[in-house]
């Protein structure tokens, strides 16, 4: 039996393009030989194997080819040339209710999708409770599809692909659409599925989703299928290409072809990134680091997309880049290293009990730390009107890999209140590069010294939490 879910030899995908569409079709179709459309190639021929049982990330920026190739592979497009093969029953949701009817109701589209998809009417009223119950409808369930809101109809495409049980499960940025708890919810369940030996195919934008739940990534630029290897390799080189402009995108393209983009890109399949190790050492044994040491580098145009201004006077925040302690600008840090902010702020009228700060927030904006001065700490009692200010902000960089941005915010005081005056969102982005460390999770690296050694049960009698226990007993 194949050991493959999902095998592509030489496939490529090609459209015509055509510039009078009827026109020019009908030309074809009556002169044969006469060719009025160009090819354009949406998918360049690529060899993949998916194997049973992985999770593989699919990124890349828009019209790179990625919902191109989910579509061939669930069989929606045939490919212009090169072979398919897929070992499996297979589920597709690359359409936000592709596949339903909206003049029928929740429950008549559950019996609908499940018999285009050869479940039986045993099985698919096995699971239409399953469905409706984690969906949350509710009495919507009776009511028409084109009554449903978006949200909605996100719940029930859902909660329909992944409990029919399929072996093979293709989401298009389907966990993007309904609200946070809902989201949490489909997280939660995909770590469900893919744990009881499922494959996934899932394409997202959002690089925490694809870090998450994907150990292996490929990225596709142009319908070039550019790097296929361990997902914290392949999100550095992603924001590379996300980050840089037209005329900057065929160097970089060339070095991740090659290889040479800082050195860290290895080929071949992912690693079992929930393995740790412990091993038993003496008391004063000095840890030794694991990890290589990561060099960061400044790429130029990669800067926020997103950084927007607001004033309650007129003071401009302007000017802002990191750079190393001893000099050079910097857009990827090396985890461990002290970097400087650096932003400029003209006041162009008179403030008193000036204050200012710097947030961190995650790629998807969840706030992680702040640097500032307490209020009753002010830094600044007065600035006179037509002052410029440099402010530097020196910092360690503890964050784990992964993409971060910046608030730059000036407080105070503004008729008799103490006030933000001005602040700029998402003023700088930042990556922190991948070094080998796989030892902490979250946002941000604590440092530590985790050691275990055997111990004899009658010298180590139990404490803490059961001690509490017994106290908690005793209060009652």
């Not at 093979?168 to 708890?181: F, H, N, Q, R, T």
């Not at 003023?427 to 922190?432: H, T």
């Not at 530590?448 to 106290?471: F, S």
Request: charged letters at 25%; hydrophobic letters at 35%.
């Amino acid at each position: 039996m194949s050991r493959d879910a999902v095998t592509l030899i030489n496939v490529s995908k090609h459209y015509p393009l055509y510039t009078r569409q009827l026109l020019d079709r009908l030309k074809e179709i009556l002169r044969p030989g006469v060719i009025c459309h160009t090819d354009f190639t949406a998918l360049k021929p690529l060899d993949l194997k998916i194997s049973k049982g992985e999770t593989v990330g699919i990124l890349g920026r828009n019209g790179a080819g990625k919902s191109t190739l989910l579509k061939v592979i669930a069989g929606v497009k045939q490919p212009t040339s090169g072979t398919v093969e897929v070992d499996g029953s297979l589920v597709a949701l690359l359409e936000l209710g592709g596949g339903f009817n909206p003049d029928f109701t929740g429950l008549e589209n559950i019996y609908f999708y499940c018999s285009m998809i050869g479940l039986s009417k045993r099985e698919i009223e096995r699971i239409t409770p399953a469905v409706i119950e984690f969906s949350e409808i509710g009495s919507y369930i009776h009511q028409p599809l084109k009554l449903y809101s978006t949200g909605m109809r996100a719940r029930l495409a859902f909660a329909v692909s992944v409990l029919v049980e399929p072996d093979i499960l293709i989401l298009d940025e389907v966990l993007s659409v309904g609200d946070i708890l809902f989201q949490r919810k489909c997280f939660v369940k995909m770590e469900q599925f893919f744990k009881s030996g499922k494959t996934v195919l899932f394409v997202s934008h959002n690089v925490d989703s694809v870090k998450t739940l994907c150990q292996r990534s490929l990225l596709l630029h142009d319908g070039e299928l550019l790097m296929d290897g361990p997902t914290e390799l392949v999100i550095p080189e992603y924001h590379l290409l996300m980050f840089s402009s037209q005329q900057e995108q065929p160097e970089i393209v060339e070095r991740i072809r090659s290889g040479k983009t800082g050195g860290r890109f290895t080929k071949g399949r992912s690693q079992d990134r929930n393995k740790i190790s412990i091993k038993q050492t003496e008391q004063n044994e000095p840890l030794e680091p694991s990890h290589e040491e990561a060099k960061d580098y400044f790429v130029e145009g990669f800067e926020s997309k997103s950084k927007s201004a607001t004033a309650a006077m007129d003071i401009v925040i302007h000017g802002f880049y990191i750079e190393r302690l001893q000099g050079g600008r910097v857009t990827h840090l090396a985890r461990g290293n002290r970097y400087r902010l650096i932003f400029l702020v003209d006041f162009n009228e008179s403030v008193k009990s000036v204050n200012f700060a710097t947030w961190f927030y995650s790629e998807r904006t969840h706030f992680i730390s702040g640097i500032e001065v307490p209020d009753k700490y002010q830094l600044i009692e007065e600035i006179a009107e037509g002052v410029r200010y440099q402010v530097c902000v020196e910092f360690d960089c503890v964050f784990n890999p992964g993409l971060y941005g910046m608030r730059l915010v000036v407080r105070g005081e503004r008729n008799q209140e103490y006030v933000p005056l001005s602040i700029v969102e998402d003023a700088i982005i930042f990556s922190v590069l991948e070094d080998g460390d796989n030892h902490s999770v979250g946002f941000v690296k604590i440092a530590h010294k985790l050691e275990a050694c055997e111990v004899d049960r009658a010298d180590t009698p139990e404490t803490g939490g059961q001690q509490n226990n017994d106290n908690q007993q005793a209060g009652v």
